[in-house]
């Protein structure tokens, strides 16, 4: 099966800190992507890469950056934490030629404190 | 801006009955649609998925409807388990497009 991990179920960061939140998949997947879990939101698009070294905005990417410098990694940096930033964050990764292989890991609960 | 939604963000059900969860989207050049189920603790995970050329999909206990005139899309579980109690999402995407759009999710109870 197709795993994709996210390395820290948990965080607590304090204002201001820079946040570092690592996804890793171990399909050789071209894509993955960085989306924010909120009540009555739904899942909001915030970065996506579409192979190494490449990379596109999504829907909200303001306060948010990302680094993909091999194809497994994908890493969502956010620069300087502010509390609206709390949230869940779900990583998810799919290879490019199957529309159903979006694979999501367990997410990660982030709160700014 | 255009996104996908659903209609009832609850739904309780009996154990055993059919479920039905609606899903409306705006975006008339989604051509791509699919189900997730996400049980607490974990990511989303796939269920079912529909292409605009079909009407209706079926799986295991599952039948995704889509009614491209109205924009509506449903999935219906038959014989509701409580395994099956979680949060539900529809996603729409353009076929040549990397990414989904995800509706707000309706978390299905089921009751014993």
């Known amino acids: 099966d197709v795993k994709v991990t996210q390395s820290s179920r948990y965080l607590v960061k304090r204002t201001g800190e820079k946040v570092f939140l690592e996804c890793v998949q171990d399909?050789?997947?071209?894509?993955m992507f960085w989306y924010r879990q909120d009540p009555g939101l739904g899942l909001r698009l915030i970065y996506f890469s579409y192979d190494v070294k490449m990379k596109e905005k999504g829907d909200i990417p303001e306060g948010y950056s990302v680094s993909r410098e091999k194809k497994e990694r994908f890493s969502l940096i956010l620069e300087s934490a502010s509390t609206n930033q709390t949230s869940m964050y779900l990583c998810?990764?799919?290879?490019?030629?199957?529309?159903?292989?979006?694979?999501f890991g367990s997410g990660t609960r982030l709160t700014v404190v | 801006g255009e996104s996908v939604g659903l209609h009832l963000p609850t739904l309780s059900v009996q154990e055993g009955d059919n479920s039905i969860i609606n899903c409306a989207y705006s975006?008339?050049?989604?051509?791509?649609f699919i189900w997730y189920k996400q049980e607490s603790g974990k990511g989303p995970q796939f269920i079912i998925d529909i292409r605009s050329n079909m009407d209706k999909r079926q799986g295991q206990r599952v039948t995704v409807l889509l009614n491209k005139t109205v924009k509506h899309l449903s999935l219906q579980i038959a014989a509701t388990q409580p395994g099956d109690s979680a949060v539900y999402f529809c996603?729409?995407?353009?076929?040549?497009?990397?990414?989904?759009?995800f509706g707000a999710g309706t978390t299905v109870t089921v009751r014993a």
């Open positions: 996603a729409e995407r353009k076929w040549s497009d990397y990414k989904l759009s």
């Open positions: 399909m050789d997947h071209e894509n």
């Open positions: 975006n008339s050049a989604s051509d791509y």
């Open positions: 998810a990764s799919r290879p490019l030629d199957r529309d159903y292989g979006y694979t």
